[in-house]
């Protein structure tokens, strides 16, 4: 019998790029009276295709900062971000029609109808058929009602209806979503992410989400990244966080984490080591 040759095997590369790659990614901002803040300070993670991420932190820990660099709204000081494959830095344009976000934060026109906001916007992301999406989530989204008011004197539950058919425009492969229910009563922010979860499924979209409700993440997200003062301090699986703080709710581990001197938390790289 001959002997065959079995050829070396080849390293592992994974087929497709992850929705996100950000390396080393920092933003300083200089305040009116000279001082450096460090907003965001050199982090790094990845978001796989078709996943729920949640970036967690307390107040001013860097999420939206975060989002707003993954966006190309802000300029990082330093680092790379990496969107569908894509390099942020010099190729933005190839990939913003593939993604799109929605945050409190951002307002839409007030005096224009929700028919004209959402028309407004379908027109910037180049959409042929522009009638016929504008209808088509306004039913997915039940904003029949009140597509023809002022955007402006809608309540905060509708807004935030309305922003998310705003970002659902395009039917976008990454979703990236600041607070997506902050400010929700009970009923409608359980809508939003039974909306979200069918939304994923049905498109295998990727979705990236801030949030301060960790019944929300815990519901919503495979995979968690949790941030204090601009750094990553650990990521994992809700399941692996809480197995690993010895805590029975996300909301206890998110508290370990905002409690903790900085010499008890884990870091970004502890916390890859421990995955
Ligand atoms: N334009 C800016 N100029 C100066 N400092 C800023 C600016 N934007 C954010 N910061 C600072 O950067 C830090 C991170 O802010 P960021 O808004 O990203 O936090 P966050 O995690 O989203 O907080 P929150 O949960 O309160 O929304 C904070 O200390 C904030 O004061």
Redesign the pocket.
Known sequence: MTERTIPPQQPATPAVAPAIRAEGLTKR?A?PDGRD?T??DAIGFTVPRGSVTGLL??????????ISMLLGLLLPTAGTVEILGVDMARHRHAVLPRMNFSSPYVELPHRLTVRENLTVYAHLYGLTCVKKRVQELAEHLDLSRFLDRPSGGLSAGQKTRVALAKALLNDPELLLLDEPTASLDPDTADWIRTYLERYRLRTGATILL?S?NMLEVERLCDSVLM?RQ?RIVDRGAPSALLARYGRQTLEEVFLDIARASDDRILTGETADAAE
């Open positions: 901002f305040t803040v907003a965001v932190g307390g107040n001013g820990a860097g999420k939206t900062t975060t801030a301060h941030m601009g």
